[in-house]
């Protein structure tokens, strides 16, 4: 398996551009995780996935963020408007639900950069 | 409340020397435990896991962990530090409210001197 395939790997942008951060999770794994990991706030969980129904949003700082999945191999992260404080990398995560230890494996991140 | 607890920023340790990389912890139920590293500029990878059994659980690149339920710790360990082992290692403990997500400790920088 390739493993958890995030695109674009960096991406620069200007404020009030949107960003559209893509996900291929690991085939086969049920739960999909969105992270942000900033050197000020360290790792933060903004949304996950369970067969592709959103769970728990709770972690998305504003309606400027919206996660979909629109089937099991694919979820997209969009931040619009974006702004310089949204600069971090976002890392993409998915893990088997239905079997212990629910490890989580990782994407490569994105690194994004709002100017 | 649950949580993870990664007490040191950044741990120091000459090559060739013993490293030790702390975490405690604090759950309801029983604690599933994990360490992952993340080297510059990449995505965070397993290392190990505690769900049950063995107190002394070893992991990948000759890591280790010991669980010691009574300090509430998962303490990661190598006997003979690399300066490849030079990353940020993180503890997580599974969220049994949430059932699927995990707690994520604060990360601890290791830098391993030649």
């Known amino acids: 398996d390739a493993g958890v395939i995030q695109s674009p790997r960096h991406e620069v942008t200007e404020m009030g551009q949107e960003v559209t951060l893509r996900c291929k999770p690991i085939s086969g794994h049920d739960y999909l995780f969105w992270y942000r990991q900033t050197m000020m706030r360290g790792l933060e969980l903004l949304i996950y996935f369970n067969n592709n129904v959103p769970i728990d949003d709770s972690g998305m700082p504003e309606d400027r963020f919206s996660a979909k999945m629109p089937n099991a191999s694919f979820s997209t992260l969009k931040i619009q408007p974006s702004e310089p404080r949204d600069s971090a990398v976002y890392f993409c995560?998915?893990?088997?639900?239905?079997?212990?230890?629910?490890?989580?494996?990782f994407g490569p991140g994105t690194r994004l950069t709002v100017t | 409340a649950q949580s993870v607890a990664q007490p040191e920023d950044q741990v120091n340790v000459a090559e060739g020397n013993p490293l030790t990389v702390k975490c405690t912890y604090s759950?309801?139920?029983?604690?599933?435990l994990f360490w992952y590293v993340q080297y510059p500029n990449r995505g965070l990878q397993f290392l190990l896991k505690y769900i049950t059994g063995d107190n002394l659980v070893k992991g990948s690149y000759g890591f280790e962990a010991e669980f010691n339920k009574s300090q509430t710790s998962f303490h990661l360990k190598k006997p003979s530090a690399l300066v490849s082992d030079s990353a940020l290692y993180f503890c997580a403990v599974r969220d049994w409210k949430s059932n699927y997500q995990l707690i994520w400790g604060a990360g601890t920088k290791l830098i391993i001197k030649p």
């Open positions: 759950v309801s139920g029983n604690p599933y």
């Open positions: 995560a998915s893990s088997l639900g239905r079997e212990l230890p629910y490890e989580q494996y």
